[in-house]
């Protein structure tokens, strides 16, 4: 037995010697180009699989510079093996809708009037300290709250803060990122892209510093619900939150105006984490926006911007 195993053996090299006799000549003149396919194809295969996997992520790095669960979570399907059952009763009643139709000249009359008021809507961030009642702020959230969202999931929660101390640290936080966000984010030294939004926001007069978050009544913070759980613990999908959370903020910005007072619309970046740490939110919740809302200061000013004229903003077909 041992002696066939060898004859077997000396079989395969000298078959292995004769076939490498043979392509040698070929792979010694085209092994440039055997290399390079070589490399092309492990290439290749490396993008695909890594395009792959971060599809099916089910965390990935955000606008926030954190790790939170992506937003395809919202509207992927379930899948198990229960019974799948709408998240609204399934014998929900409808009735009729209540409407009172205007005559043309009245709905020519009230579209002119809205658009007086929300004209002078502007962005302020010189704040006064007079109080607020706490109650124009709840009709303010109420409002929101009646924003359409997607199979009705509501995908909003609004932080209202207006204890000084939590106001201090949420203004601790926010500076602290806006500094680096101003001096090494989007310093000169960072990139062109950089300069370009240095230099865009120059005339505005902005910097890190971010007195109105201590010096307005309140702050409403803005919280987008990627998911939420049905009361018997299964997982609730938000369809749409992000589209369903930014109609509601439209609403939030002109009640707040219509209750004749003023805010900022803020995006703190790389400050979600922190300050839904801070606020003890979940971690299915993101933070979208922290308005500072109050009374403007005696003294305060905005830019003398204009808006686009109709026709530069309406296609009419």
Known sequence: MLLLQGVFREELEEEFRHTMQEYIPFIS????????????????????????????????????GEHEEADLDSDEEVNDDSEIV??????????????????????VR?????YEL???????????????????IQNIVKSAGTAPSGAHTEPWTYVVVSDLDMKVKIRDIVEEEEKVNYLRRFGNTLSSAGEKWTADLKPLRTNWIKEYLTTAPYLILVFKQVFSYKEDGSKKV?????????????ILLTAIHYAGLVTLTSTPL???????TLLERPSYEKLMLLLPVGYPAN??????????ELDEIMVQI
């Not at 809507?121 to 607020?132: A, L, Q």
């Open 118 to 136: 929300v004209k002078t809507r502007r962005t302020v961030r010189f704040f006064s300290k007079d109080p607020v009642p706490f109650e124009v």
């Open 29 to 64: 003149k085209y092994w440039p180009f055997i290399i390079t396919g070589l490399v092309c194809y492990l290439a290749t295969r490396f993008c695909f699989y890594a395009l792959g996997d971060k599809d099916k992520r089910i965390s990935m790095y955000n606008r926030d």
């Open 110 to 114: 009230r579209a002119k009037e809205f």
């Open 299 to 308: 003294n305060a000013t905005v830019p003398d911007l204009y808006r686009k």
């Open 238 to 250: 938000h369809y749409y939150n992000d589209m369903s959370v930014s109609i509601a903020s439209g």
């Open 270 to 276: 790389n400050c979600g984490g922190r300050l839904r």
């Open 86 to 107: 709408p998240a609204l009763p399934a014998d929900l009643k409808h009735v009729p809708f209540e409407f009172e139709r205007y005559s043309e000249e009245e709905s």
